[in-house]
């Protein structure tokens, strides 16, 4: 049954990427762009839900089978741009995401795994700065305010937060979750460092404008 909704998820991502790009002329890096918020604000809502208590867990198996599909066409998507790079660690990180489903369909670790889900959430400001750096759109300094909700967010969900349940899954899980859970962690350590590396570069890139500046005004 719940391949029903892979097939769907196919079906609506194929779709909606024609209908966006026949009728109202989106280039392919905006589709994915629009698909990725999409599919990470389903997961986001029917994990919360799940974690309130106000939805069983096969509902957020139909939800994850969904976006199963995205993270499928999301492999295609950087195999035919070939950036080898970015192809290798999307791979990655949807073969982990899976390996996750997996658990959750042997009823192992459930919530764990769904809060690993949620993490999906920092996808809806990265995919909005990526869309307004494309369109070079500033106003109101949105682009920095999604910068700063992204690491706040990246900080909190996917470092800080899953620590805990990283130490009951070593102490007491089974080797799959171990090695799913450790290469997960050890991936988003590996994202936050590059994070913050360009965060420190484009910080000194505007130090160094600011004081050049000024310069002028002293000599």
Same mark, same amino acid.
């Given at each position: 049954?719940?391949? #029903? ?5 196919? *079906? ?9 790009? +026949? ?8 589709? @994915? ?23 069983? $867990?096969?509902? +957020? %198996? ?13 492999? +295609?998507? /950087?195999?035919?741009? &070939?950036? @080898? ?6 791979? %990655? ?17 459930? #919530?764990?795994?769904? @809060? %690993? ?8 400001? %990265? ?16 682009? /920095? ?14 470092? +800080? /937060? ?9 102490? #007491?899980?089974? &080797? $799959? ?7 997960? !962690?050890?991936? *988003?350590?590996? *994202? ?5 590396? @360009?965060? !420190? ?19």
């Amino acid at each position: 049954m719940r391949l #029903t909704y892979l097939f769907i998820g196919f *079906w609506y991502n194929i779709s909606y990427g024609c209908i966006m790009n +026949v009728f109202n002329n989106y280039n392919i890096k905006d589709i @994915k762009s629009h698909l990725s918020i999409i599919h990470s604000g389903v997961i986001t809502v029917s994990s919360i839900l799940y974690l309130n208590n106000i939805i069983e $867990i096969q509902y +957020v %198996l139909d939800n994850l089978y969904f976006l199963s599909s995205y993270m499928l066409c999301d492999i +295609v998507y /950087n195999y035919f741009y &070939w950036n @080898k790079k970015e192809i290798f660690l999307k791979g %990655l990180h949807h073969s982990i995401a899976f390996i996750g489903i997996y658990l959750i369909e042997s009823n192992m670790y459930e #919530t764990i795994i769904i @809060k %690993l889900f949620l993490t999906e959430i920092i996808n809806i400001p %990265l995919e909005l700065r990526f869309i307004s750096i494309r369109y070079n759109y500033n106003k109101y300094y949105f682009k /920095n305010i999604m910068s700063c909700v992204i690491y706040i967010l990246f900080l909190y969900t996917r470092i +800080v /937060n899953p620590l805990k349940d990283y130490i009951n899954i070593c102490k #007491t899980g089974s &080797w $799959i979750a171990f090695i799913d859970f450790s290469l997960i !962690y050890i991936l *988003w350590i590996y *994202w936050f460092i590059m994070v913050n590396i @360009k965060f !420190y570069n484009e910080f000194s890139k505007i130090l160094f404008n600011e004081i050049k500046d000024s310069r002028k005004y002293l000599f």
